[in-house]
T-cell receptor, first 116, second 117 residues
Framework: AQTVTQSQPEMSVQEAETVTLSCTYDTSENNYYLFWYKQPPSRQMILVIRQEAYKQQNATENRFSVNFQKAAKSFSLKISDSQLGDTAMYFCAFMKHAGGANNLFFGTGTRLTVIP | GAVVSQHPSWVICKSGTSVKIECRSLDFQATTMFWYRQFPKQSLMLMATSNEGSKATYEQGVEKDKFLINHASLTLSTLTVTSAHPEDSSFYIC?????????????FGPGTRLTVT
């Protein structure tokens, strides 16, 4: 079974500063995907960034980047130049690479508040 | 981009009644749809996986006779909460996957807030 752990229930960051959200996971799979989703107050789930486990290079999407450590099963999200619109719940998620229905397994979430 | 809608966005029903929630893929055909449940300040928990034209696969602990899922077409899946009780009050989210996209892509609907009084 896959488990995803987010040890930081809440975090805050000053506007324009950088913040890192932690995520660890447990799996026996070798090929899989990892994701960070954002859920703003509207409750709409928004994909922030994804990482394929077979890729060593860390994924980057504008101000968002990840630090993927496969051996340590760690997948942290760094948000640079934080903006007020980044205030949201952030969920780390895991998906098997192939086979089955490709279910997403979510962590418990981190509530991020960007302070003006 | 791919858009998924849910209807209604919120619903209030009386205990003992049934309520249906629709999930539609607006601009793509979804062979697989997923139904999640989210309690306040908690994570999304997968309830079931719905494949077009076949029976849904329910996660352990989810009562299939209480949460009826129908995926009758490539653009529509429905979740019916039967004989609803106050403990069924929650936020229900669907997502959809298209076979034409990469296997990891899931597109989420905006969610439905159910309140059972």
């Amino acid at each position: 079974a896959q488990t995803v752990t987010q040890s930081q229930p809440e975090m805050s960051v000053q506007e324009a500063e950088t913040v890192t959200l932690s995520c660890t996971y447990d799996t026996s799979e070798n090929n899989y995907y990892l994701f960070w989703y954002k859920q703003p107050p509207s409750r709409q789930m928004i994909l922030v960034i994804r990482q394929e486990a077979y890729k060593q290079q860390n994924a980057t999407e504008n101000r968002f980047s990840v630090n993927f450590q496969k051996a340590a099963k760690s997948f942290s999200l760094k948000i640079s130049d934080s903006q007020l619109g980044d205030t949201a719940m952030y969920f780390c998620a895991f998906m098997k690479h192939a086979g089955g229905a490709n279910n997403l397994f979510f962590g418990t979430g981190t509530r991020l508040t960007v302070i003006p | 981009g791919a858009v998924v809608s849910q209807h209604p966005s919120w619903v209030i029903c009386k205990s003992g009644t049934s309520v249906k929630i629709e999930c539609r893929s607006l601009d793509f055909q979804a062979t697989t749809m997923f139904w999640y449940r989210q309690f306040p300040k908690q994570s999304l928990m997968l309830m079931a996986t719905s494949n077009e034209g076949s029976k849904a696969t329910y996660e352990q602990g989810v009562e299939k006779d209480k949460f009826l899922i129908n995926h009758a077409s490539l653009t529509l899946s429905t979740l019916t909460v039967t004989s609803a009780h106050p403990e069924d009050s929650s936020f229900y989210i669907c997502s959809a996957r298209s076979p034409s996209t990469t296997s990891y892509e899931q597109y989420f609907g905006p969610g439905t807030r159910l309140t059972v009084t």
